[in-house]
């Protein structure tokens, strides 16, 4: 039992290492990875070596199809560059079981005699997440060597033998046992290093250890499905046709397996080597056999996986941002200006529930205002993005200046989003689960600050669609007012408080936390302002060519 207990623990070292490596790679090179992998990449090979040089960094070819299914979800890559750039990732999984299986028993206690202390004296520095780069590498090669020592007595257990002699003979169920290592190790690169390890130790034979290997990679694109499973449509093709192009890989090598390892047991190699070097030579060829397949594919997933038509919630979708503008800078700044005014409408709705609730009503509003707010967000996303393709050096300085405050705004509403549905949230929690309420002087208060804010959210989507240097004077005055305003009802507040008014003393914490978050609200809505009159005193006479006086907007 104790052998059995470090067995597992063993795998579950083997499957940390692999975490740490890849989390520590992902928080130092990151953002330089997702450029990689996020570039125009139309050539299928430069995907492909982009895929294979990125897994062999991250070891991972799950964190690889995350950040493709993100990319095409999001419509920055089309989806047969996401495919080539996952059967790169594959190649890129196998050449580092071949590393991280070679002797290489001494550099386990240096990398994590060297890396502990850089990581714990410099967490947040990049040398520090290079340091828990070098731990999770030692942890990974310990692990290989734990494994194989706690394999030898159990190799000798009579039920042991028994258990994994089932396994052969039976070419699906050995595949679908691969499968099933992947699962749950969460890693293709753990098992096929666990079945090496197995097939080391001669508890598997040689043809039973290329049925897990090919099962590992099948598994692999099962968990990329259920990795992407919360993506769009778009999205979601990537890990199926990852998926398919695994299964056809195991529909064709699969039938000659025993084949494959009669021929492999007359080389001069050990069961190890042989195992890993199928696993690298499979992958090699399965990826090249298919790579220029990858349009073929993406058409048949596109069919298998359509977009679902949209059920009733028009707001969660971009109305306005017509790509074919995107070559006229000045159109394309107009479509994401009409949208950006629908996000404030959308604000707007979700600032009379926050008054509903404050009465006193019930039932769903919380819900309703999720939904807004994630339709906010989703209506953020596309504008950022739209934005991000516009070709700023054909912009007119004034349309720079332009394509800045579209930017901030968008920002500004998102932002004002969360927090009006955080405020909804404390509402809940500490006025109507509670059952208190406010005074009705304080209730009067609020509503009366409630309109102010609301007031100012319209005059500031004016400003920001007209550029009115009037306009944004007042409400840069209107600002002030909801400041004076703010204070005054703080201090009636406490006043409330110093003559004991019971409901004021049992919502006084909600009641300040509003006044305040409503203040941060009206920054943010009276933040375009500034950015206009800034816009109105950068142009000066250049008003002819600015894309708020013509009214393009």
């Known amino acids: 039992m104790l052998t059995l207990l470090h067995l597992i623990s063993a795998v579950a070292l083997l499957v940390w290492g692999t975490h740490i490596v890849r989390t520590g790679i992902l928080r130092v090179y990151g953002a330089r990875l997702r450029r ?19 897994t062999a960094l991250v070891q991972s070819s799950n964190a690889t199809a995350l950040l ?31 590393v991280l299986t070679l002797d290489l028993s001494w550099l386990s206690p240096l990398l994590i005699f060297f890396g502990v202390p850089v990581f714990l004296s410099r967490k947040q520095s990049r040398a520090g997440q290079l340091g828990r780069v070098a731990v999770g590498l030692g942890l990974i090669l310990m692990a290989l060597e734990l494994i194989v020592d706690a394999m030898t007595p159990i190799t000798e257990a009579q039920g042991v033998q028994v258990l994994f002699g089932s396994l052969t003979g039976d070419l699906m169920l050995d595949a679908l046992v691969g499968a099933l290592f992947a699962l749950v190790t969460y890693s293709s690169l753990a098992a096929v290093l666990l079945t090496a390890t197995l097939a080391a130790a001669d508890v598997i034979g ?8 090919i099962g590992a990679n099948a598994g692999s694109g099962v968990l990329a499905m259920l990795n992407t499973s919360l993506y769009n449509a778009a999205g979601r093709r990537v890990a199926l046709g990852n998926l398919l192009f695994k299964l056809i890989g195991l529909a064709l090598v699969l039938p000659f397996v025993n084949v494959i390892a009669a021929w492999m047991q007359g080389l001069r190699f050990e069961p190890q080597d042989l195992v890993i070097g199928f696993h690298l030579a499979y992958n ?8 220029p397949l990858t349009g073929p594919m993406a058409r048949l997933c596109q ?3 359509p977009d679902q038509p949209d059920s009733g919630n028009e707001e969660a979708r971009p109305r306005h941002l017509d790509t074919d503008a995107l070559e006229t800078p000045r159109l ?41 707010d994630d339709d906010v967000d989703a209506l953020y996303t596309g504008v950022k993005l739209y934005l991000a393709r516009v070709s700023r050096e054909d912009l007119a300085p004034g349309e720079r200046r332009r394509w ?83 204070r005054h009802l703080a201090h009636a507040h406490l006043d409330r408080l110093h003559r004991r008014v019971v409901q004021s003393l049992e919502t006084s914490s ?7 978050d409503m203040k941060r609200l009206n920054s943010l809505f009276c933040a375009v302002a500034f950015s206009a009159l800034e816009f109105e005193s950068n142009d000066g006479t250049d008003d002819a060519t600015s894309p708020l006086k013509r009214g393009e907007s």
Do not use: Y
């Not at 090699?284 to 790579?291: G, K, S």
């Open 68 to 98: 493709a299914g993100g990319f095409v979800a999001d419509g920055l890559m089309v989806l047969a560059t996401a495919l080539a750039i996952l059967l790169g990732a594959d190649v890129g999984t196998a050449l580092m079981a071949r």
């Open 303 to 305: 069919r298998l996986l």
């Open 284 to 291: 090699i060829a399965r990826c090249l056999l298919l790579l």
């Open 36 to 54: 990689v992998l996020g570039h125009n990449l139309n050539n299928r090979v430069a995907a492909f070596l982009a895929g294979t040089g990125v």
């Open 510 to 516: 909600l009641h300040l936390e509003l006044i305040g």
């Open 206 to 213: 040689l043809p039973v250890a290329l049925c897990l290997v």
């Open 404 to 486: 800045t405050q579209v930017v901030e705004m968008s920002i500004n509403l998102e932002q004002a989003g969360d927090l009006i549905e955080h405020m909804l949230e404390k509402i809940q929690e500490r006025k109507t689960a509670q059952r208190h309420s406010f005074s009705d002087s304080g209730l009067e208060e609020l509503t009366a600050l409630h309109g102010l804010l609301k007031a100012n959210l319209r005059l500031g989507l004016s400003v920001f669609l007209s550029g009115d240097e009037e306009s944004a004077q007042q409400l840069l005055m209107e600002k002030r007012r909801f400041r004076d305003q703010q």
């Open 332 to 372: 394309a700044l107009a479509n994401a200006t009409r949208e950006v005014l629908r996000m404030g409408d959308l604000v707007e709705t979700m600032l009379d529930m926050i008054l509903h609730v404050l009465d006193g009503a019930r039932g769903d509003t919380g819900k309703r205002v999720a939904r807004l």
